[in-house]
């Protein structure tokens, strides 16, 4: 996946107006998309907590600093990757960021080419959680087209796969093998599955 995904944006968020501007310029020019903001209130205002991509957040900003936007993240259930920079911050504050689930904590003034690596770092693990969600929602499409007998059956299956057999559950459910014959057919096809293994699979997701 190149650069300039337009899925994934590195947001940059320091109150330094010549260091916004430099990261700017030098991230646009490798062919990332950047967002910029002079402070932790403008970036929650136009974030809305599901964009994709990373955060090079500034510890030392009035009012809200990194670390208080961090946290503020974190309680909110926001999982973008944050790598800190910092011209203030001493051992406390970046241990407390790490514990934070931040990816680094950068010195200024810092080389382009460590916050490069720290922000193709950060993006791999935004990527794999986009996977993860896009996988997640086809998962609920599939079983969403299951009827309520389905469902039940699928929920054996999966709680018991070494008795899948359509006696086995025809006996659980006090139905008839054939009736559970038809039932399978139909949620390997809803499914889009060809096997019970296939199915399991599915389910665990």
Partial sequence: MSLSDPRLTVFVVDDDEGIRASLGRALTKRGYTVETHATAQSFLAGYDGGAAGCLVLDYGMPDMNGLDLQSHLNATGATIPIIFITGHG????????????????????????????????????????????ARGQEQRVRFGRLTARELEIVERMVAEPAATSSKEIAAWLGISPRTVDHHRARILEKLQVRSVAELIALAKG
């Fill in 90 to 133: 001493g051992v406390p504050q970046s241990v407390q960021a790490i514990k934070g689930g931040a990816i680094d904590f950068l010195e200024k003034p810092f080389r382009h080419a460590d916050l490069i690596e720290r922000i193709e770092t950060a993006l791999a693990i935004a990527r794999e959680a986009m996977t993860r969600a």
